[in-house]
T-cell receptor, first 110, second 111 residues
């Protein structure tokens, strides 16, 4: 069966510090992968999606970036965090017509 | 452009009572429609989906939803809620590759 992992589960970072969140999927190959952000009291905002290694589409211009160095690995990064980057970050993968979500990372920028 | 509106930010319902969550969408073609549930601090779990066919779809945990093309709606219902149904519910619309989510409806269940 397929499993999606995200880490860390929680993270507190100061403004201006770098960020690296990792997502890995097990039990499938060449999945479509997604990064979403959920701000407090708001819905999910699609940040990036990837259809293959090295292929990244950005949905929202911001100070975040994504990379896909391996087939089942998807990384969300920032060189300098802003207060507005605080939120709950969810990774997802697509199987047929459904998206399956990871447990999420709670990021607090102080 | 695709978008989803969930008009109700917060709904409180008594245990055993019925529940209906509203979802209106805007989409240029035949949409794929989904309802997800999120427990506090957790990821999202798919409740049900609609692609085509019967406009009344059944999902997990006793939920159902009805697609009404004329009203651009996909409302979620449950005849009798349980305390464990307290969560946040998201409606989503899109195609096979990309989804747009509503802002969510928080459901509180009172004893």
């Amino acid at each position: 069966s397929q499993t999606i992992h995200q880490w860390p589960a929680t993270l507190v970072q100061p403004v201006g510090s770098p960020l690296s969140l990792e997502c890995t999927v097990e039990g499938t190959s060449n999945p479509n992968l997604y990064w979403y952000r959920q701000a407090a009291g708001r819905g999910l905002q699609l940040l990036f999606y990837s259809v293959g290694i090295g292929q990244i589409s950005s949905e929202v211009p911001q100070n975040l970036s994504a990379s896909r160095p391996q087939d089942r690995q998807f990384i969300l990064s920032s060189k300098k965090l802003l207060l507005s980057d605080s939120g709950f970050y969810l990774c997802a993968w697509r199987k047929e017509d459904e998206q399956y979500f990871g447990p999420g990372t709670r990021l607090t920028v102080t | 452009a695709q978008s989803v509106t969930q008009p109700d930010i917060h709904i409180t319902v008594s245990e055993g009572a019925s529940l209906e969550l509203r979802c209106n969408y805007s989409y240029g073609a035949t949409p794929y429609l989904f309802w997800y549930v999120q427990s506090p601090g957790q990821g999202l779990q798919l409740l049900l989906k609609y692609f085509s066919g019967d406009t009344l779809v059944q999902g997990i945990k006793g939920f159902e939803a009805e697609f009404k093309r004329s009203q651009s709606s996909f409302n979620l219902r449950k005849p009798s809620v349980h305390w464990s149904d307290a969560a946040e519910y998201f409606c989503a619309v899109g195609d096979k590759y990309k989804l747009s989510f509503g802002a969510g409806t928080t459901v509180t269940v009172r004893a």
